[in-house]
């Protein structure tokens, strides 16, 4: 039993919640979830509805095209998805695996409607895991002098897979800005910091020397500008003095992969709207 | 400038959302929000939705007959509210002050939409609060003798400022379920435990005994059963083993006071509908 | 570098820390961490003190004999371990496997100094897991017709291993008194709720029943009455009216993880002593 | 009944915690808390150990003198306090009074063993406020051309006052790095963000403009460098895009008052270390 959802924003005007649902009740679409937000600075409004497909009585195939009046009538930018259309992703991790354990764990518990093509990493700690979870593993090392070539093979790889969303599960190299472009708000990073403090390298050794009583975890979209894309998630833990670094890192771990996952489901289920370098995450 | 809310639930069914919004655009209503939940084990459909009273062209006297027939239509439970009818409320505090004044606060800086007409204790130690804040006290004591006859007293009290709405800030006398009676879902009650557990009489000992690592406050509507009313909002907060009951009772005031003002500011906002001795709280 | 570890409670006495701490600066024992607690209700004495056992110059095999005049001394109830001597353990799970995983990623990061040598379960979900990590599995089916001949098979399966300490990690079957009598503050359990609220069964179902708006999960040592030994580690997560018991379920399951690895690592780091049903967790 | 509260740091040596103890136990002074922590970075030692007065055989005046010999041998850095000397402060305040209430409310709950002794503001918010809590109320005017006499009109009140803590209830004017000096560590000061995030002005806009899911308070000792003292506490509160930089600043405000109240509490509780820029809490 498959599900339209739509994601809208524009201009706030008086009726447009009306016109949309009387679009859909004229096509016998039963509305599932309805939320909106309006930004009053902006006076930008937004909306995702969700619809069951069974009994709408317009066909998926001509949806898109009878539903443009209605969008450029509100100057609408809106984005449509089936909920049986499963998008097709790749994991990029480093050394530490905790997150991308996490992920691949409660995938398979179905938390996330995606199927994974491929893991991909600068290191073969993976490669095992990947293995146990039967998912194809590419080893693809980077270094200053290669990482021209590296991202080639990389974009290759998603491009043969047909990738659309990338995961950065603790991925520790810098993409260019050439590789993010094609990816706008489709990179989803987990930063093991509260942002905007701790930015770059090392945030937990930056945090200890602080001396900060609560560390963080934050997820976000990439975009050029190193950790600074729209925050999807975050989430926070107390510490305290007795805590070393490598304490830190380890009760951090939790807090990543709760933030990761929640940002990735969130990804998936099409909660999640851009605008202005911030997020809107319906419930 | 003022908006009108109106709160619903009904049987999910085709066609609603669309209705509804259908009939404020026709009126030329420009909605503020709208936010609604469909409760799937029942199929019971929610919806609070606001619009601003400016340019709708039925006037305020006329709304509720006007919207009658498609509420029947839809065999709707309705309540309508009008941002700008400040509803009258009254206060009941024992010897713990702390909730009362934390309100009292928050009201004057303008976080609750109500009038405090009364503040009502069976001890003297809230007089001198209610004095600085300007609003009149009334010390009625109460004993298991004088119970009935202290009751009635306070009826008079509330019927005589057309009190709608009661705050149980730390009160520690039990209400009859006469006097609960004509105010369902308008009594407001702090328990300083996480509900269900630890019901009745000293919660902090009780936990202290249990040894949990958390303690809990919830806010609830009253009813005849102690305790057992819809909750509205919860809170917690950690604990250690080096924690005596004094510490929970110390550390449980902020939470306590969070509790409660949150609840006293989402009914006052009319964001809470109930159903099946639960509450739905809309953002 | 092996440390050693002691675990005092008694009466309440004057100079006690300084005989304890005298004795070991005596002996040239470093002291790592002291942590000392007294509970003034009972007025017991609570302490936990770690020293390096480089240095020191009493020897290992002697260690109880010269520290037992003192512990008679001061009625000391005591408990002496070795940072290097690896207890065995063993997990037993159901068809649930999210605790489990977590708890073998974890293990095999290093976080709890123990040897886990065997998984045991009623079902073998959990089977190709226990491959994975090379940890040997055990399928003991269970029903109440054979509930005694399979408890002795674990109990065969237990004493063979040397196993010392048991984890129930989301373990569905209701272990007898006589199983678990040889174990007290031996075997660590997870429930799914903010205990004491929601004893027993579908506690997730319970709390959606209920209305409330915060979910708990709860870590324990085992005893005879079910779900009401002393509380280990709690854990809170916010839902809302919009949660369905699924919904539950799924945010629980990160809750419990958290909450049962944190159990587990304080149990195995020896950070818990046990008092009239209760528990004291060093830092 | 007077308690002796010793704070120690000084660097890590074999049997520092036996020969204070042993020094207390000599002189019959029973120990009511004792905690210790060791920065094994610098090799540091930190210890805060409370004990009864009654019983203590050497007087109070000859205690300091009693103690130094111990002191100069492990190189300490030491503090000694009494719970019945009461520390003299001051409470300084711009136009929004919640903190200043919370404050002053919990003082009166017999929260903080301090001694007001007047509240000092740039603005008169505040004067009815002091005025029913019988404190003492100077208004003293602060713009850039009479700085330098505000202040010294300021330090004459402090020092007719004998004030040795100010605490700095949402003051914002800037004090000069003279004025600071002779206070080093005894200005605490709540900040309206999770630093290091949003250094300085309108944290609650910088907050929103990013559009971070997490907003936060931190309490720190002040020094020259602007928010960037010894953080004592912080909170953390979860928002969503539906909050307005209005809804911020009112959600945030629990989260101040709760934040700094504990920072004062701890403050003259004396369990309070400072180090490297950094804060040491004992529990």
């Not at 708000?185 to 090392?202: C, E, Q, T």
């Not at 890192?249 to 990761?260: A, H, M, S």
Request: hydrophobic letters at 40%; aromatic letters at 10%.
């Amino acid at each position: 039993m498959s599900s339209a959802i739509l994601l809208i924003s524009c201009p706030d005007r008086l009726g447009i919640v009306a016109e949309i649902t009387q679009f859909l009740a004229d096509h016998r679409g039963n509305i599932e979830h309805a939320d909106q937000h309006i930004d009053e600075q902006t006076g930008t409004f937004f909306m995702r509805v969700t619809w069951n497909m069974e009994g709408f009585d317009i066909p998926r195939s001509e949806l898109r095209t009878k539903f443009t009046p209605l969008a450029e009538e509100f100057h609408m930018h809106w984005e449509l998805y089936f909920s049986d259309d499963i998008p097709k992703s790749a994991i990029f991790v480093s050394k530490e695996t905790h997150c991308l354990f996490d992920l691949l764990v409660k995938h398979r518990e179905g938390h996330f409607p995606t199927e994974i093509k491929a893991i991909i990493s600068n290191h073969t700690a993976a490669a095992p895991i990947a293995d146990y979870f039967e998912i194809p593993f590419f080893h693809v090392p980077k270094n200053p002098r290669n990482r021209e070539e590296a991202e080639r093979q990389e974009q290759e790889l998603l491009r043969h897979n047909q990738v659309e969303v990338l995961v950065l599960a603790r991925y520790h190299r810098i993409l260019t800005r050439e590789f993010i472009k094609p990816y706008q708000n489709r990179i989803i990073n987990i930063h093991h910091s509260f942002l905007p403090a701790f930015v770059g390298k090392n945030p937990y050794a930056q945090a200890y020397r602080k001396g900060v009583k609560i560390i963080g975890a934050t997820s976000h979209y990439v975009t050029a500008e190193l950790d600074a894309g729209p925050i999807i998630e975050q989430g926070t833990e107390r510490i305290s003095h007795r805590d070393s670094v490598e304490d830190l890192r380890r009760k951090g771990k939790d807090l990543e992969k709760i933030v990761l996952s929640r940002a990735v489901q969130w990804h998936f289920e099409r909660k999640i709207l851009v605008y202005h370098n911030k997020t809107v995450v319906f419930d």
